[in-house]
């Protein structure tokens, strides 16, 4: 079966600095996507990066990249130069190729405070 | 491109009661997927629709059904509500073509309470 595991309920970052979120991931699939969400407080999912199980390269967006380690089944995001716009929940999440289609699976989240 | 829509917003109800909700999905995706998110169990996939037909489903009670229609449009029912229904509902859309690389967009949710 697959698990996303983020481990971290809630996380403190100093504005302007940059801030690791972890996600640890469980699946028999050879072949998936890793995604990571950010939903405010609004409560609208909103996607920020994906990682695909064969890409070679780290994902980047803008501000976020996807610290992927595939032989650890870790996919950690980090946003540097965190903004006060930034506090939100963030979820890791994924789906397989073969399991589930397009149920996508996602971690129980951890909460990101800014601090200006 | 407009994003993904979901009316109403916010809704009350009472328990026996039922509900429909609605998602129109970005212009060209043809899958529509449905998610329940509570704070005890998180975000947890109902079901997901592709050109009309529904490819998967997740373990929630036959009172919680879907739909979807020609221009992709999709509607979900929850009939004879019970408390534990009160959640935030999400609708995401993709174009339906690789369960691996699609990119789901989430619409702004209808909050559902149950009284």
């Known amino acids: 079966a697959q698990k996303i595991t983020q481990t971290q309920p809630g996380m403190f970052v100093q504005e302007k600095e940059a801030v690791t979120l972890d996600c640890t991931y469980d699946?028999?699939?050879?072949?998936?996507?890793l995604f990571w969400y950010k939903q405010p407080s609004s409560g609208e999912m909103i996607f920020l990066i994906y990682?695909?199980?064969?890409?070679?390269q780290n994902a980047t967006e803008g501000r976020y990249s996807l610290n992927f380690q595939k032989a650890r089944k870790s996919a950690n995001l980090v946003i540097s130069a965190s903004q006060l716009g930034d506090s939100a929940m963030y979820f890791c999440?994924?789906?397989?190729?073969?399991?589930?289609?397009?149920?996508?699976?996602f971690g129980a989240g951890t909460r990101l405070f800014v601090k200006a | 491109k407009a994003g993904v829509t979901q009316t109403p917003r916010y809704l009350i109800k009472t328990r026996g009661q039922q509900v429909t909700l609605s998602c129109s999905p970005i212009?060209?995706?043809?899958?529509v997927s449905w998610y329940q998110q509570t704070p005890g169990q998180g975000l947890q996939f109902l079901f997901e629709?592709?050109?009309?037909?529904?490819?998967n489903k997740g373990n929630f009670p036959g009172r919680f059904s879907g739909r979807q229609f020609s221009n992709s449009r999709s509607e979900m029912n929850v009939s004879t509500l019970e408390l534990g229904d009160s959640a935030l509902y999400l609708c995401?859309?993709?174009?339906?073509?690789?369960?691996?690389?699609?990119?789901?967009?989430f619409g702004p949710g209808t909050r559902l309470t149950v009284l």
């Open positions: 699946t028999s699939d050879q072949s998936y996507g």
């Open positions: 629709y592709f050109s009309e037909t529904q490819r």
């Open positions: 212009s060209g995706h043809r899958s």
């Open positions: 995401a859309s993709s174009s339906g073509i690789s369960a691996v690389t699609d990119t789901q967009y």
């Open positions: 999440a994924m789906r397989g190729a073969n399991t589930g289609g397009f149920k996508t699976i």
């Open positions: 990682q695909g199980s064969y890409d070679e």
